[in-house]
């Protein structure tokens, strides 16, 4: 039976896994295990253990907190939106990730004009379409 938690850091591993580019495979290879393990962790149906959360981490370069971080209570019970937060599955989104690498290929000067031009865009965007946390 799925667990809130369980589903949280399931996302949370699938995220990163996609902002570092890696696919599942390339990722099971890396910890020993079969990539249907990965699917499985990430859509929540199997409980990540701890020495597997371990090697994840170590596999994605990031702490073992990465997993935890958004599950405290002050963030589920709060129902405060901070406009500076991005929602949490904008990250897991292809669409996300395909913008991010490009921004980072290009020179300087073309990516600070990009991102002028993003921020002067931003306040067109109707209040109900921004990406906050929920």
Do not use: W
Request: proline share 4%; glycine share 6%.
């Amino acid at each position: 039976m799925t667990n809130d938690i369980d589903l949280h850091v399931g996302k949370r591993l699938r995220r990163r896994r996609r902002l570092l580019g890696l696919t599942q495979q390339t990722l099971a290879e890396h910890v020993g295990i079969r990539f249907q393990q990965i699917q499985k962790y990430e859509c929540g149906a199997n409980r990540v253990s701890a020495a597997r959360l371990f090697e994840l981490s170590e596999a994605l370069s990031v702490p073992i907190q990465y997993f935890y971080e958004g599950l405290s209570e002050t963030d589920h019970i709060s129902g405060e939106t901070d406009p500076d937060v991005i929602a949490p599955d904008v990250l897991s989104r292809k669409e996300t990730m395909d913008l991010v690498r490009a921004y980072y290929n290009m020179a300087e000067a073309p990516r600070k004009h990009f991102l002028d031009l993003a921020k002067s865009l931003e306040g067109a965007t109707k209040p109900s379409l921004r990406l906050v946390a929920q």
